[in-house]
DNA sequence: CCGATTTCTTAATCTAGGTTAATGGTAAGC
DNA sequence: GCTTACCATTAACCTAGATTAAGAAATCGG
């Protein structure tokens, strides 16, 4: 019995677009075609919380095998095309999956040490240069709510910083 | 040709001994069977971070298959018996390996929003209510370097907390 | 092209948590 | 057992960032 390929499919959403909703089950994988998409969280004061931003080539996506809802809202923020992809179990066990999931616990890892020593401007300062083009294509509020500070503070951090 | 078996064997350390070294490649994976550990990283001001407390039945050690030197110090907290595991490519395919990465990507992921959108208060409670035993075995400057506040920070919002 | 909505900025005020420092308590080394 | 070092607590003060508010600028829908 041959192998089933996996199923991939195209998918075209327009910029605003809900892809998936918070409490889902069954999510899928996208990877990024072309566009932008972010996910992010809603916490209990209705506040967002941005978790990732995913332009070209990248990825979004719980990478859980467990059953388990999605916490995350993934949405684009421009007309983007997607490549979806069901979870499949089989695949999950290749080491290629494997070593992108441990360069992504190490990214995540390295994110909470940030968030607990340095401060916002040096956050937004390494945000920039990690992701120079996002900055142009992002709106300055999801930036804020990537970095866990306030718009606010965003525009007070990148004021100082004009004058130096 | 037989498989080889995945090389264990069991460790004895004493509290404060520093298990693995910050920018130590071949670092390996290590099981607790007894004790207590901790593994923290040292900001550039020289601050404490602690990412994640092990006791009994917890696996530390960076889960990176990539060749890349720890970010982190492991050390015991408590007199301790470990197993250690050599990190073997080969079983880091396997599926049940991949659920575990997940699982504990996951962790991180709530980790971080929770940084972003609760008090140290909160943070506080919701590490004791996940960790009861751990509040009594862990030095109070810890849970604070695990917290993301100064011990005197964590001090007041005991305090606090005792009028209720 | 135009009104409406959303986004960004600025400023005044407020607050959680940081910093510094002093004190008493607890554990560790000899 | 004593001494030295470390740890937790308290208190006075300070600062980064939150909150609130209001105006300016950009974007959107038609």
Chains 1, 2 share one sequence.
Request: proline fraction near 4%; avoid cysteine; hydrophobic fraction near 40%.
């Amino acid at each position: 019995m041959a192998e089933k390929p996996v199923t991939s499919r195209t998918l075209k959403v327009k910029k605003g677009k809900i892809i998936q909703q918070k409490g889902e089950y069954n999510s899928k994988i996208y990877v990024v075609r072309k566009g932008l998409l972010r996910s992010y969280s809603i916490d209990k004061k209705g506040r967002e919380h941005v978790f990732m931003f995913a332009p070209e080539g990248w990825v979004v996506g719980d990478a859980i095998s467990v059953d388990e809802p999605s916490e995350l809202v993934i949405q684009a923020l421009e007309d983007s095309e997607l490549l979806v992809r069901e979870k499949d179990a089989k695949r999950d066990g290749t080491p290629k999956g494997f070593a992108a999931l441990a360069k992504r616990l190490l990214v995540l890892q390295r994110r909470i040490m940030m968030m607990m020593s340095v401060t916002a401007l040096e956050r937004y300062e390494h945000f920039e240069n990690t992701y120079p083009n996002l900055i142009q294509r992002v709106p300055q509020k999801m930036i804020a709510a990537y970095l866990g500070i306030t718009p606010e503070a965003l525009s007070k951090v990148r004021g100082q910083r004009l004058k130096k």
